[in-house]
């Protein structure tokens, strides 16, 4: 699944500001990972949170690869990790990982055994 996101810079910070992009049903995000030229870069977003959050609860869910598209140029992402409500259970902030297709990415996966293996029953 081709999932595509758009995404506007903010300049403001703080808990107001906060509050503002949430009453418009957007929620702001943060994307941290390197461009071209730098090591390390962080830049404020705010997504709409409805189209993420149907992202999220997609079949690929949280390992979704997005397409974040912020003033035409469009860069891809993973979601490294997103903020909920405790009683509405909506979305109040999210964080990506800006994701370079032509470098090799290491992950740590989990890996939780279930129930019991029929060779063990059988003997």
């Known amino acids: 699944m081709a999932a595509t996101l758009e995404a506007v810079k903010r300049d403001t910070r703080g808990k107001n500001e906060a ?8 929620i702001p995000a943060v994307v941290y990972g390197g461009a ?10 705010a997504v709409y949170a409805k189209l ?14 997005i397409g ?12 490294k990790e997103f903020l909920l409500d405790p009683v509405q259970h909506s979305l ?3 964080d990506f990982y ?10 740590t996966v989990t890996i939780t055994l279930k ?3 029929k060779g063990v029953k059988q003997q």
Request: charged content about 25%; aromatic content about 2%; glycine content about 8%.
């Open 92 to 94: 109040l902030h999210a």
């Open 36 to 45: 071209e030229g730098a090591s390390f870069v962080r830049d404020a977003l």
């Open 52 to 65: 993420l959050s149907r992202i999220l609860h997609s079949e690929t869910g949280v390992n979704s690869l």
């Open 68 to 79: 974040l598209s912020v003033d035409g140029a469009t860069t891809q992402v993973l979601v």
């Open 115 to 117: 129930g019991e293996a």
């Open 98 to 107: 800006r994701v370079q297709m032509d470098k090799k990415l290491t992950v």
């Open 19 to 26: 509050r503002r992009l949430r009453v418009a049903g957007k």
